[in-house]
């Protein structure tokens, strides 16, 4: 998008074809096709069924009402580039503008446009990102006068927004459903057994008590620099991991095998990687070393389970301390084999998780390509 005043009339570099032997179409200014409302503070309202929204999204529910019906929201200050589609009644506070009002333009058109708005070129503050009315409503757009070929347009979107939404929840049912095979597979606090084991192992006793010390050595990794790392593999370039997983590729690496790792730092804290391979382990991930015979893949998935962020100390800035990271308490199957199938019946669960998440990756790869050719690029 541009803020120039004169621009051109021009078409999209794909046009469906009932619409290629119409007009071009025309810019114009936001403040032409709607106008913009401000949100208000809604404290004086009683609790109520009428969702409330701010620039982050939904707050709460009142029993009052700011507009009923369509409206494309973008925010005023804080998330200033993620608009909210809202349809029925609804209220907004004053960190997220609405619009109401239109003009020669469908609403959910005017939601694919803002969706490609680059709103941080229009930031008015040199702190928390902040948006003036008054520089939204002369941001230039373009719009077929045709409100068929908007209609046209807004249904392709819509069709794959609601693919993009089914495999969405299906990766969020996914993970959801791992959460909970873990708490049946591991045993819970307190107890020597997990609630579900499978048929042969049932009778084979209690899981072993043991500490993290007790079956692996610990040990930070090695301090990168930002500059010697890419964010596209080149040839002769390994993974390096940080505290919170992928960082990029580096010419180097300090590990070969098979080693869980843990972020140990800030929001990082707790954070379990699985690495493989060649790769470069940074001083912000405790790199795992098995010292007994254990299937790595079980011991990765029992550190996700025992939720090491709780063991962190500091208040700025909270730390794992290795130490403190080795006194952690776990219980061990005794037979290998066992540890073997809960690891394989959970990262099986884990392949269909990467599989869906690489398929939402293209189709919303796939969207943006899509609404490149869709809707004309400004000069």
Known sequence: MTKDKDIKTTVPTLRFREFQNDARWIPNKIDHVCKIGNGRDYKHLSAGNIPVYGSGGYMTSVDKFLYDGESVCIGRKGTIDKPIFLTGKFWTVDTLFYTYAFHKCLPKFLYLIFQQINWYKYNEAGGVPSLLKTTIGNINIFIPNNENEQKKIVDCFSSLDDLINAVADKIETL????????QQLFPAEGKTTPAFRFPEFQNKG????????????????????????????????????????????????????????IGRQGAQCGNITYAEGKFHATEHAVVVTLKKDIDIRWLYYQLIKLD???????????????????????????????????????????????????????????????????FPKLQ
Request: proline share 3%.
């Open 175 to 182: 993970k959801e459903y791992k959460k909970g095979l873990m």
């Open 206 to 261: 209690e899981w072993e008590e043991s500490t993290l010390g007790d079956i692996c050595d610990m040990q930070a990794g090695k301090f990168v620099s930002a500059s010697e790392i890419c964010d596209v593999k080149k040839d002769t370039m390994y993974p390096c991991y940080g505290g919170n997983g992928l960082r990029g590729y580096t010419h180097s690496f300090t590990h070969f095998g098979i080693y869980p790792l």
């Open 308 to 374: 090491l962020n709780q063991y962190a100390t500091g208040q700025a800035q909270p730390g794992l301390s290795v130490d403190v990271i080795k006194k952690v308490t776990i219980r061990i199957p005794k037979n290998k084999n066992e540890q073997q199938l809960i690891a394989c019946g959970l990262f099986s669960v884990d392949e269909l998780i990467s599989t869906e998440t690489a398929k939402l990756d293209q189709l919303k790869n796939h969207k943006k390509g899509l609404m490149q050719q869709l």
